[in-house]
């Protein structure tokens, strides 16, 4: 029988240390500078991995916040033709649908393969019968007439008022279509997908390359530990959601067994045990040369990349964030759709915030620090500046404050 690691001997990060490398991993610890768009808007999405994609346009969409948060300059139309123009990125599915550099597409057709099994049979339960019969009919319309939306096609069949999920037949197979590799999203118009074939939209290069399975998982493995740098094997699993639990797993043990990454024991914050997790060994002395964190305060995006697994962001800066969008209005305990606020290295509370673009301004209703957390004069000052910041990135001039917008700490 083997004889259990004495976890004492693991290396330790103490817990600033593992925010402070996470942070980095997130282009968080630095001040945010840089041009944001082109060549340097690119290298902050590869550096991420992919930046998840959301309708909601409370303040602007969370695309769009994750990348202005480590890009000040960084504007809309930037994102829009690093995508749509210059063909740099793709859409498809991590844990949600998201822009994902276009280098990486060979190893989404892993990704495609399963989900064609898996979707094909979930879909025919959930969504309405008839979607497999709609596959030709919708390629054939795609191939002779240029890129469709889902109201471009079905036009006889029946539309619900269901909601988001009741879709025709002709939208479902559009959609499995896109998802098991067939077809790519081109643009959106709006926030509305717009789908072409494939080999219209994906360059060759990518299109024609063919990883093998297990070349697919290692990739997975390798990219998702070197982004979070530090993780279990289900955080790695989860990160692109590309391999499976077990595959990921698997891949830490022959890691380890060859000496290509160790195991680490990492502080976590008050009320939550150490965890052991993997690591590079170089990430060792990497965390010796890591800066402090700016002391610049922002707003995130509810999806920001360094909030996305929620559990591994409560366990890190002991901050529980569940977004409150799906909850009766009654029974929320913040908001609609509240902001979480970074300051240094910790999340020092959340804003709910919204901006009223044809009244110009930017509405402040409630500001609600953390345990602990001194709403002093210099923090307030730091969080009126990201509010103006905010307002502009926005597109609105003024930022109003609702009357008792600064709350106490709930108990």
């Known amino acids: 029988m083997t004889k259990p690691l004495d976890t004492a001997a693991l290396p330790h990060l103490p817990n600033s240390t593992a925010r402070r490398l996470f942070m980095s991993r997130h282009g968080l610890l630095q001040p945010p500078k840089g041009p944001g768009k082109g060549a340097d808007l690119l290298e902050v999405i590869e550096d991420l991995g992919f930046v998840q994609l959301d309708s909601i346009n409370t303040v602007a969409r969370a695309h769009h916040m994750i990348l202005a948060a480590r890009r000040p300059a960084y504007r809309e139309k930037c994102l829009k033709a690093l995508y749509e123009k210059d063909g740099h990125l793709f859409e498809h599915w991590t844990h949600d649908a998201s ?5 990486f597409y060979p190893h989404w057709k892993l990704k495609f393969a399963r989900d064609a099994e898996k979707l094909k049979s979930r879909w025919r339960n959930w969504r309405r019968d008839g979607f497999e019969e709609k596959f030709d009919a919708v390629l054939k319309r795609i191939e002779a007439h240029g890129p469709v939306t889902s109201g471009d096609v079905g036009e006889d069949e029946e ?12 939208k479902t197979a559009l959609e499995y279509l896109w998802r098991s590799g067939q077809l790519a999203v081109c643009r959106r118009d709006g926030f509305q997908k717009v789908y072409d074939l494939s080999d219209r939209v994906i360059p060759q290069p990518q299109l024609a390359a063919l990883p093998a399975p297990q ?16 993780a279990t094997s289900g955080e790695i699993a989860t990160f692109f959601d590309i391999v499976t639990p077990l595959e990921a797993k698997s891949w830490c043990a022959q890691e380890l067994a060859a000496g290509r ?3 680490v024991q990492v502080g976590c914050g008050e009320g939550h045990a150490p965890r052991r997790s993997f690591a590079f060994p170089e990430v060792l002395a990497e965390t010796d040369a890591l800066d402090a964190a700016t002391s610049r305060l922002r707003i995130l995006s509810p999806f920001d990349p360094m909030l996305r697994d929620r ?18 209005e009654p029974k929320r305990k913040y908001g609609y759709y509240v902001f ?17 673009r044809a ?12 345990q602990g957390v001194r709403s002093s004069k210099g923090r307030l000052a730091k969080l009126d500046g990201e509010l103006t910041r905010m307002a502009r990135f926005a597109g609105v001039s003024r930022v109003d404050y609702t009357d008792g917008w600064l709350r106490t700490p709930f108990s």
């Open 311 to 328: 559990k591994r962001a409560e366990r890190l800066f002991g901050f529980h964030y569940r977004i409150e969008v799906f909850v009766p």
């Open 359 to 370: 009244e110009d301004r930017l509405q402040v209703t409630a500001f609600w620090p953390e």
């Open 340 to 356: 979480p606020v970074l300051e240094g290295e910790r999340l020092v509370g959340r804003i709910d915030i919204k901006a009223f």
């Open 261 to 263: 990454i160790i195991e």
């Open 215 to 230: 070349e697919t998982v290692s990739w997975a493995c390798q990219e998702a530990l070197t982004r979070l740098g530090f």
């Open 99 to 103: 822009v994902i550099p276009i280098r």
């Open 159 to 170: 539309r619900k008022s269901g909601g988001w999920w009741d879709w025709h037949p002709s």
